[in-house]
């Protein structure tokens, strides 16, 4: 077939598109790829749509990138009815209040009165049909207005659907983090993503409540259809939870059950990955470790090497601020702070990290680099930094790795297993890591003793790894840690 943009990858062909320069930087890509299908039929069924979504999504970001502004979401059926509920308390009206039912009451007859009279002023700016006399274009929060004025019963607002609790999910989640605009952007697109999907695969906005087990594995198995890997619908799966957890919560849904929870892709048909990235093998580490020092710029190496040394996420390390390089303590270490150019993924992961071996002498080399730059790396210590820095060494990496689980990240998983080999307590190794264990017993001890045991455990963890040989690299260990 010449159909324009499609690609075979793996046993199916894709719609895969590069993303104008000027466009990465609002799509965060530099390429799009859209699934389509394994056979010649259902691509050409599929292309299409595919096609026009592409076409879609590109004049978007163009608008975005000329500054035209889109229109404004559509309030809710619920968001129109507690506008309506508040405007009428603002006139004065209560909106819960229950009537005696007795038309001869006079002070119900004046309250009705008075809600005729507010009505005809509200439908008074809009024209009317000559023949019925009805007013026409009324919006729709003025017809919500009109139809709390005019009602006779107790209002019960509608019932919450997904859309309503994606806004609302957002709203807490922006006041709780205060993220900037690139991430507020960033998480905006991504609930509206997922969302969406859930939308197109069920034909509507489903009601909380109303949702079924069935709705939602009909919608992971239109995920799967859609979505080129099954890690990116276990992904957007974990965000339509989060979101319908906290709509139930945060309206009261007593009885209401997440139909979304324990349910992942097995669930639709197709194994899930369990382990989406694997560490390096101490040969393909060696291999990547020579390609970074021997072509990459200097503050790549630099970040390589403290990645290597400490186990953190890339971010963590991008976002470093000189001031958080403690050189000169006790225990030399690298705080994971929050930040105005760095957010940290969570309340845990802002911690202290030891700095022993190359790590150490790498993160020398950067403050000296740095000079009077309050950021570490200042090329990559902004917002989107992080992002930058793994495509760089991204590529190091694929240029000697086949296995396409195995990427930056995966010095990472390394750390972790390099820690399990030494038998680290799981405590102190969350600790090390910035993982949560769901409980207040992750903050245990001082902050001094914790970073003296884990500079200890990561020396250990080091020395285990050599003599075993699952460590090759991040040696010259200075004499005074490994003394002590």
């Given amino acids: 077939m010449a159909l324009e943009h499609v690609q075979p990858r793996g046993n199916r062909m894709v719609y895969r598109r590069k993303v104008p320069k000027a466009l990465q930087g609002i799509l965060g890509k530099t390429e799009m790829v859209l699934r389509l299908g394994k056979t010649d039929a259902e691509v050409r069924k599929q292309y299409d749509a595919t096609h026009a979504k592409a076409e879609q999504i590109f004049a978007k970001a163009w608008d975005e990138l000329h500054g035209v502004k889109a229109p404004a979401a559509k309030l809710t059926a619920r968001e129109l009815f507690d506008q309506a509920t508040k405007r009428l308390r603002d006139l004065g009206f209560n909106p819960y209040r229950a009537g005696s039912g007795d038309p001869d009451d006079p002070d119900e007859l004046a309250e009705w009165i008075t809600r005729d009279v507010v009505a005809e002023g509200i439908v008074k700016g809009y024209p009317r049909d000559e023949e019925t006399d009805h007013p026409v274009g009324v919006s729709d929060e003025d017809r919500a207005l009109l139809t709390l004025l005019t009602s006779s019963n107790k209002p019960v607002g509608p019932a919450p659907t997904l859309e309503d609790a994606k806004r609302l999910y957002l709203k807490v989640r922006f006041t709780k983090t205060n993220p900037s605009e690139k991430s507020k952007k960033r998480d905006e697109q991504q609930a509206d993503r997922v969302v969406g999907h859930v939308k197109s695969a069920l034909g509507y906005d489903p009601v909380l409540a109303d949702m079924k087990r069935a709705d939602a594995r009909k919608v992971a198995d239109a995920m799967l259809k859609e979505i080129p890997t099954a890690a990116t619908v276990d992904r957007y799966l974990n965000v339509v939870r989060a979101i319908v957890a906290h709509g139930i919560r945060e309206f009261d849904l007593t009885g209401t059950r997440n139909q979304f929870e324990k349910l992942d892709v097995a669930d639709s048909g197709r194994e899930p990955d369990k382990r989406k990235r694997l560490p390096f093998t101490p040969e393909q580490l060696v291999a990547t470790r020579e390609r970074v020092l021997d072509r990459a710029a200097s503050d790549l190496q630099q970040i390589w090497r403290l990645l290597e040394g400490t186990g953190c996420r890339l971010s963590e390390i991008t976002g470093l601020r000189v001031s958080d390089v403690m050189l000169g303590a006790q225990y030399p270490h690298i705080d994971v702070e929050w930040h105005d150019e760095r957010r940290v993924k969570t309340e845990v992961s802002r911690r202290k990290v030891p700095l022993i071996g190359d790590a150490l002498e790498a993160a020398k080399e950067a403050v000296k680099t740095a000079g009077e730059s309050k950021m570490l790396f200042f090329r990559y210590g902004h917002e989107g930094g992080g992002d930058k820095a793994s495509a760089a060494l991204g590529k190091h990496v694929r240029a000697v790795v086949t296995d396409r689980k195995v990427t930056t990240h995966s010095l990472r998983h390394r750390?972790?297993?390099?820690?399990?080999?030494?038998?680290?307590?799981?405590?102190?190794?969350?600790?090390?890591?910035?993982?949560?264990?769901?409980?207040?017993?992750?903050?245990?001890?001082?902050?001094?003793?914790?970073?003296?045991?884990?500079?200890?455990?990561?020396?250990?963890?080091?020395?285990?790894?050599?003599?075993?040989?699952?460590?090759?690299?991040?040696?010259?260990?200075?004499?005074?840690?490994?003394?002590?």
């Fill in 415 to 484: 750390m972790e297993d390099l820690l399990v080999i030494a038998w680290v307590p799981e405590k102190l190794k969350r600790s090390i890591m910035g993982h949560s264990g769901g409980g207040s017993a992750d903050n245990y001890g001082g902050e001094e003793a914790r970073l003296k045991v884990a500079t200890e455990v990561m020396l250990k963890a080091f020395g285990v790894a050599t003599e075993a040989g699952h460590f090759q690299s991040a040696t010259g260990v200075p004499a005074s840690l490994s003394d002590g």
